[in-house]
């Protein structure tokens, strides 16, 4: 299918707006059945200091608004609404539990001439449904990570315990969302991987299987290097989530400058004297510490009964970091740690050193990087797979893209296309600024390419994407 996008224009003088979150709210309309009760059914409103007849009458609204979609179709509830001036982004994670997101579109302010104040011109198709309802299930996700299910804290302490649980954590989680940053990523959430030769990969199963034998109390083991993951013994849903709370929040916070020539392999006797530059990120700071906090954080993981509270201690060593998690049950003090710190923090150090030397050994071998003609995102839905060459930093504070925003949204547009059907499917659009972007779905697996070849028609740009596949993607199998 061809498509020409007439976006992409240049403006006259001008101010621009990026979106913003206006507001945000989790209902659940059996708790304020009656009139007069209706303040009960609000858990949770950002921003909590909007006056309580306007927080009643947004959440009356959302709420008239799913009812009335349902008559159409009762099995799929409304998920967004249009307006001019916003979007309003509608999500049922739990039965009867509403959570509600509502997002300011862009704007432009375009000058007036006569000194008139100026024009507010909304843009009204620029926000993806698709990109926008993937962040909001995302912040349950993390809810949930770190809290269990809505349904947990009810049976625990009723609605009281909830609220608490909720202001608590959204009330910090709502200051990291930057929705000018959200992008075609935040929808696949998927995981970037380190790629590696087998003999380093065994090694490193070889230190997991080691460390769980000496520390019988461990359940799940994560390895990850370069905040690219390794290994991992978690389900893959809740890895996805894990590994985006460890590469958007834990390690951005603990990234302080890394040891001094890290990327030089240790000498072998490193391991003889125990030097090692092992740290807690989670749990103790310093173990030599007399009064060090033994506490880590909490995660819930699925699991056969339903979910497990785990502990999660995440050790690192230079570029390397493992995450251990171990049952809540269980009381984790001094003598653990430095039982954990002793006999992770050599081995860990030493790894670090190998994946390092390995890394550049096949850096030499491939030859200086060079700038590709072109750029391109790749996800597997079946392992979460994700490698993009386009952003060149995706944080929660920023997404630095090396291509101009109004491409991203054409990918997004694609991506939207994509879900609609079943079918492998290919999608080719020209770009008004002698882009050329292509989107192949085959299998599970979607690929996203974007040429700047000014003169290439139909027939060229699709060979370019043939030569793409067969040399970044030889080993998987693209339908064509």
Partial sequence: MLMISPRMATGMQEKQYSPSLLSFFIYNPKFGPREGEEEKKILFYHPSEVEKNEKIRNVGLCEAIVQFTRTFCPSKPAKSLHTQKNRQFFFEPEENFWIVMVVRNPMVEKANKEGRPAATEYQEEELLDNVYGAVLQQCYSMYKLFNGTFGRAMEAGAVELLTQKLEKFFYRYLQTLHLQSCDLLDVFGGISFFPLDKMTYLKI???????????????????????????????????????????????????????????????????????????????PTNLKDPDAKFRFPRIFVNSSDGYEELHLIVYKAMSAAVCFMISASEELGREFCEQLDGLVGPQLTLLASDICEQYNINRRISGPEKEPQFKFIYFNHMNLAEKSTIHMRKTASVSLTSVHPDLMKILGDIHADFVRVDEDEEIIVKAMTDYWVVGKKSDQRELYVILNQKNANLIEVNEEVKRLCATQFNNIFFLD
Avoid: C
Wanted: proline share 5%.
């Fill in 205 to 283: 199963q070889s230190f997991v299987n080691r460390v769980e034998e000496s520390l019988s109390l461990i359940k799940y083991t994560t390895f990850l290097y370069n905040d690219q993951l390794i290994w991992s013994s978690l389900e893959q849903d809740d890895m996805r989530i894990l590994y985006k709370y460890l590469t958007t929040s834990l390690f951005p916070r603990h990234s302080e400058p890394e040891l001094a020539g890290r990327d030089s392999p240790l000498r072998p006797e490193v391991a003889g004297n125990l030097l090692h530059y092992g740290r807690f990120l989670t749990g």
